[in-house]
């Protein structure tokens, strides 16, 4: 069974659109990492988070990790088309060194 | 340099052929993983290697055997693969296994795409 659970699985939103992507694990993590993965392509790396209740923003693009690190959401304020693509969670337990993937959110933004 | 590459980008290889993956990075990072992706899904991980040692197996079949030469190189060496086995291959790589995020933050090469005919 997925460890990580990542809502919706799918989004389409018109350009200008705000949209939140979340990710939900069954364990306490350690870390959260959200990526971002153009179509066939390899994994960029967005933001990471540690603490419980910690929030980082880069450009458009917010992360939040709950108190209890079990729970995390990616918000994009006024989407673009260079925005879409997949994103990816990905956590490390507080328990064991394996890393691994949410199921993944596919966005597509309409111009 | 904060890149990972990974060669070939296309592979199309027969059941009976041997071929092999490549991946590199000049970062000084002492973690390299391997990854395989189908489409549409995650990328599921298939090994670790932490200081040039395989330190996890994520009960890969045999027909995959990975090499770490040295700590900026990573091979995937294929013999005998099935059809099922075509997948994007994505290498990646930490600065080490150390239980902070920070060295857990993992650098992805663009992967190689691979077709088992």
């Given at each position: 069974s997925q460890?990580?659970?990542?809502?919706?699985?799918?989004?389409?939103?018109?350009?200008?659109?705000?949209?939140?992507?979340?990710?939900t694990s069954s364990?306490?993590?350690?870390?959260?990492?959200?990526?971002?993965?153009?179509?066939?392509?390899?994994?960029?790396?967005l933001m990471m988070l540690q603490k419980g209740g910690e929030e980082k923003s880069h450009e458009k693009i917010t992360a939040?990790?709950?108190?209890?690190?079990q729970q995390s959401s990616l918000h994009i304020t006024a989407s673009q088309p260079s925005h879409a693509g997949i994103?990816?969670?990905?956590?490390?337990?507080?328990?064991?060194?394996?890393?691994?993937?949410?199921?993944?959110?596919?966005?597509?933004?309409?111009? | 340099d904060t890149e990972v590459t990974q060669t070939p980008k296309h592979l199309v290889m027969?059941?009976?052929?041997?071929?092999?993956?490549?991946?590199?990075?000049?970062?000084?990072?002492?973690a390299m993983y391997w990854y395989k992706q189908k489409a549409k899904k995650p990328p599921e991980?298939?090994?670790?290697?932490?200081?040039?040692?395989?330190?996890?197996?994520?009960s890969v079949p045999s027909r995959f055997s990975p090499e770490c030469p040295n700590s900026s190189l990573l091979n995937l060496h294929l013999h005998a693969l099935q059809p099922e086995d075509s997948a994007l291959y994505l290498c990646a790589s930490s600065k080490s296994?150390?239980?902070?995020?920070?060295?857990?933050?993992?650098?992805?090469?663009?992967?190689?795409?691979?077709?088992?005919?």
């Open positions: 460890e990580l659970e990542q809502s919706p699985q799918s989004l389409i939103v018109q350009e200008g659109k705000n949209l939140t992507i979340n990710c364990k306490t993590l350690y870390g959260l990492y959200w990526y971002k993965q153009k179509y066939g392509e390899g994994l960029i790396f939040k990790l709950d108190e209890k690190k994103y990816l969670c990905g956590a490390v337990p507080r328990t064991g060194n394996q890393f691994y993937f949410g199921t993944g959110t596919s966005l597509t933004v309409i111009p | 027969g059941m009976t052929n041997k071929k092999s993956l490549k991946c590199e990075q000049h970062m000084g990072h002492r991980l298939m090994f670790v290697y932490s200081y040039e040692k395989l330190s996890i197996n994520e296994l150390r239980r902070t995020a920070s060295y857990n933050e993992q650098f992805f090469g663009p992967g190689t795409r691979l077709t088992v005919l």
